[in-house]
């Protein structure tokens, strides 16, 4: 048998495959079609300090070999996740980890510090691409200073695994990366989506409601990949790798590049069982190539 077993830190994972935040709900919703104990770590949608209604429709447009969305983080607050969706997922078989979100420093630290209360959430995720209110709407995770200030807030407060989420909208990702590192952060994982616009050309406006959104699918992962090795050369802690992985070769690649795990997202709207198919195949590809471990790959290139 292949053994398919990672460790971020502290947080143990039965195989590398998990989902990224926003595409598989509370993994409450796909319970009917995936058996969810077999899927490393489900990361659940974002979730801030106060309920947040989200940007106007039309919030999504397909592009050639992806899609664009600005949903806008909607999600009905931590308290409401805690009192009412906490309940129904802490026994799930899986590693359950809550993405938080917020626009200050201050403001994650608390979404933080009320999820660290829950029992059965081992790790949360940052999302540092939100916009920080203080420095006129620049996202925290495009400047070092503000990564680690986020870093720094939660990582006083929070005593779990602490995985930090980076943005590729930057010009140098590893730079940010030994940021959050040097501030406590036990994983980073990456990419989040690439910031794009799509234009309807018969209605001469934007095809999304706010005119940009993230990038996200297959056209994405040869950037994705590229980051994740510049990233894995240049910090200690694991990373974990995503962007527009759609079959096990393309999760493959991640190791090799140097991720420890993987995350899936895009594809899960097409396939809702693609992460079963993911992790199979990487069993299957591992026994074939004399294998013993998926360790054996990561970080071959």
Same mark, same amino acid.
């Given at each position: 048998?292949?053994?398919?077993?990672?460790?971020?830190?502290?947080?143990?994972?039965?195989?590398?495959? *998990?989902? +990224?935040?926003?595409?598989?709900?509370?993994?409450? !919703?796909?319970?009917?079609?995936?058996?969810? !104990?077999?899927?490393?770590?489900?990361?659940?949608?974002?979730?801030?300090?106060?309920?947040?209604?989200?940007? =106007?429709?039309?919030?999504?447009?397909?592009? $050639?070999?992806?899609?664009?969305?600005?949903?806008?983080?909607?999600?009905?607050?931590? =308290?409401?996740?805690?009192?009412?969706?906490?309940?129904?997922?802490? =026994?799930?078989?899986?590693?359950?980890?809550?993405?938080?979100?917020?626009?200050? $420093?201050?403001?994650?630290?608390?979404?933080?510090?009320?999820?660290?209360?829950?029992?059965?959430?081992?790790?949360?995720?940052?999302?540092?691409?939100?916009?920080?209110?203080?420095?006129? &709407?620049?996202?925290?995770?495009?400047?070092?200073?503000?990564? !680690?200030?986020?870093?720094?807030?939660?990582?006083?407060?929070?005593?779990?695994?602490?995985?930090?989420?980076?943005?590729?909208?930057?010009?140098?990702?590893?730079?940010?990366?030994?940021?959050?590192?040097?501030?406590?952060?036990?994983?980073?994982?990456?990419?989040?989506?690439?910031?794009?616009?799509?234009? =309807?050309?018969?209605?001469?406006? $934007?095809?999304?409601?706010?005119?940009?959104?993230?990038?996200?699918?297959?056209?994405?992962?040869?950037?994705?990949?590229?980051?994740?090795?510049?990233? +894995?050369?240049?910090?200690?802690?694991?990373?974990? &790798?995503?962007?527009?992985? *759609?079959?096990?070769?393309?999760?493959?690649?991640?190791?090799?590049?140097?991720?420890?795990?993987?995350?899936?997202?895009?594809?899960?709207?097409?396939? $809702?069982?693609?992460?079963?198919?993911?992790?199979?195949?990487? +069993?299957?590809?591992?026994?074939?190539?004399?294998?013993?471990?998926?360790?054996?790959?990561?970080?071959?290139?």
């Amino acid at each position: 048998m292949v053994d398919l077993n990672v460790n971020i830190n502290q947080l143990h994972l039965s195989n590398p495959v *998990m989902t +990224a935040s926003g595409t598989f709900g509370y993994g409450l !919703e796909f319970q009917d079609l995936v058996p969810l !104990e077999e899927i490393g770590g489900i990361i659940v949608k974002g979730t801030t300090l106060q309920p947040r209604e989200g940007n =106007d429709y039309p919030r999504m447009a397909e592009t $050639p070999s992806g899609m664009l969305n600005c949903v806008g983080l909607q999600n009905k607050g931590v =308290d409401y996740f805690c009192d009412h969706i906490y309940p129904q997922i802490k =026994d799930i078989k899986s590693q359950m980890i809550v993405n938080v979100s917020g626009n200050t $420093p201050e403001n994650y630290a608390e979404c933080a510090a009320k999820i660290d209360a829950l029992d059965h959430i081992p790790a949360i995720e940052l999302n540092i691409s939100c916009p920080n209110v203080h420095e006129g &709407g620049m996202a925290f995770g495009v400047t070092c200073s503000g990564a !680690e200030s986020v870093v720094r807030a939660v990582r006083r407060v929070y005593h779990k695994t602490l995985i930090v989420k980076l943005s590729p909208n930057v010009t140098d990702i590893s730079e940010i990366a030994r940021a959050c590192e040097a501030e406590g952060a036990d994983s980073v994982s990456l990419i989040n989506t690439l910031m794009g616009m799509a234009i =309807d050309i018969e209605r001469r406006q $934007p095809k999304l409601s706010i005119r940009t959104g993230g990038l996200s699918g297959p056209a994405v992962k040869p950037v994705a990949v590229r980051m994740v090795w510049d990233v +894995a050369h240049a910090v200690k802690i694991p990373v974990i &790798g995503l962007g527009g992985i *759609m079959n096990a070769a393309d999760a493959i690649e991640f190791f090799m590049a140097g991720a420890t795990a993987i995350q899936i997202g895009t594809a899960n709207f097409i396939d $809702p069982t693609v992460t079963l198919k993911v992790k199979n195949g990487i +069993a299957e590809w591992l026994e074939s190539h004399g294998c013993h471990s998926v360790r054996d790959i990561i970080g071959v290139v």
